[in-house]
Nanobody, 123 residues
Framework: QVQLVESGGGLVQAGGSLRLSCAASGRTFSSYAMGWFRQAPGKEREFVATIHWSGRDTYHADSVKGRFTISRDNAKNTVYLQMNSLKPEETAVYYC????????????????WGQGIQVTVSS
């Protein structure tokens, strides 16, 4: 089982940028597709983006297309989420997750989760 730890969250003004990182332990990182989800208080966990285990293909939710970019560095066992033009309604806890399915957009398809990191976008 892969262990995941997110970093890079925090407080940013609307229109600003943040880059989230997710470090994975274990030698099998490159065999997993990876995803990012977010969950706001009182709402369901929402798919944000996923990336193929090779890094050659990505899929982003329509709501973030053109503003967020998922990427990975298999040599560093790390997946990233670059978030630009952030909006206040995107305030949430962001989670990275690992899956053997690509593309996977529902939480039940993921087999490992990070603890989550808070992103707060002020207006």
């Amino acid at each position: 089982q892969v262990q995941l730890v997110e970093s890079g969250g925090g407080l940013v003004q609307a229109g600003g940028s943040l880059r989230l990182s997710c470090a994975a332990s274990g030698r099998t990182f490159s065999s997993y597709a990876m995803g990012w989800f977010r969950q706001a208080p009182g709402k369901e966990r929402e798919f944000v983006a996923t990336i193929h285990w090779s890094g050659r293909d990505t899929y982003h939710a329509d709501s973030v297309k053109g503003r967020f970019t998922i990427s990975r560095d298999n040599a560093k066992n790390t997946v990233y989420l670059q978030m630009n033009s952030l909006k206040p309604e995107e305030t949430a806890v962001y989670y990275c997750a690992a899956t053997t399915i690509y593309p996977a957009t529902t939480p039940r398809d993921y087999v490992g989760w990070g603890q989550g990191i808070q992103v707060t976008v002020s207006s």
